[in-house]
């Protein structure tokens, strides 16, 4: 079966409904409709963000053959050596955010970034294109939870975010501040561009 | 050039000498000898030693055309839901044994296994074989150190150690116990009764 996209339509290649549901709002800001595929992709263990999106892209596009984003995304914490880092989402899974919060008892410097790599995959012959975002802040001395937010958000709070943690704001806000809106960002400005 | 290589000789694809030396030990008691070869490899980000291990195997086969095995291991603490499994190399890296006894302070429950799969590849036409070992344990409350061992050694005391750590033991004690040992036997084994 053919059809043809009217408009701007990408795919976004993501298991993670709440990374959808944040793209969704900043894409549509440029016009920019995003399905979500789900594909069982193979995440090479790397510690190169752009290495993991790439990956995931590609076999997601040879997969779908539909023009494919996909994300991968970091929390890096100062103190810890850059810990979680790319294996976040296995150490939120096996330690959560108490363990987090229990490696950083009597850690005065509480700095971390959070980044995100978003890779876009649309053919064959061309290379992927990789989208970079990043933002600084801290981890919290406890959980603060509202009614959004996923993972680390509830023990990291931006610089500039009003003293709130990602999880207690609303997804908007969120994307005012965080490493994923700004890559899906740059990307929207290049992909407008392009046509 | 090619040689003819003489007896039974195989390749260890590691870039850590302390694993090659724990081999070369436990295969000279099977009259194997042993050559290490370091090879970039890229390990995939699996949840699956096995699936590391072949990968890794082939990988190295396919640069050096040499009877190669491969190990992935990983340290599974029951507390803290198998954290770090697979990914102990990196998160020692980051958090060291220092992170994991905060993680597991006022945790009664200290069962923990070392696990290792040897993977072997000497052939692209034949499936690579896993050998699978391990070790039951304990974290002890703190690091105790001798002259030997690595990693995570100075906080693991198995099971029937004589209240040893791993890192208290001489290669050859260790090598009683380990689970890297106990699964390069089974390749051992095998490959002794393959001609």
Redesign the interface.
């Known amino acids: 079966m053919s059809f043809q996209l009217k408009g701007r339509v990408v795919f976004f290649a993501t298991n993670n409904i709440n990374k959808f549901n944040e793209a969704r709002k900043v894409l549509a800001e440029y016009k920019i409709a995003v399905g979500m595929i789900r594909v069982k992709t193979?995440?090479?263990?790397?510690?190169s963000l752009e290495e993991?999106a790439v990956t995931s892209a590609c076999a997601a596009f040879k997969k779908s053959n539909l023009p494919v984003i996909a994300e991968d995304a970091g929390l890096f914490i100062e103190a810890?050596?850059?810990?979680?880092?790319p294996?976040a989402a296995?150490?939120y899974?096996?330690?959560g955010n108490k363990?987090i919060l229990?490696?950083m008892?009597n850690v005065e410097n509480r700095k971390a970034k959070f980044q995100s790599v978003i890779a876009y995959c649309a053919s064959e012959r061309k290379l992927p294109l990789c989208f970079k975002g990043e933002v600084v802040g801290v981890i919290t001395k406890e959980e603060r939870r509202g009614n959004a937010g996923f993972g680390f958000d509830p023990i990291f709070e931006p610089l500039n975010g009003g003293g709130k943690t990602f999880a207690e704001m609303t997804v908007e806000e969120k994307n005012k501040y965080s490493h994923r809106a700004s890559a899906l960002r740059k990307f929207a400005e290049w992909y407008k561009g392009k046509r």
């Not at 810890?80 to 880092?85: A, C, E, I, T, Y």
């Open positions: 193979f995440e090479i263990q790397s510690e993991i810890l050596n850059g810990f979680p880092g294996y296995y150490v899974k096996a330690i363990g229990k490696l008892e």
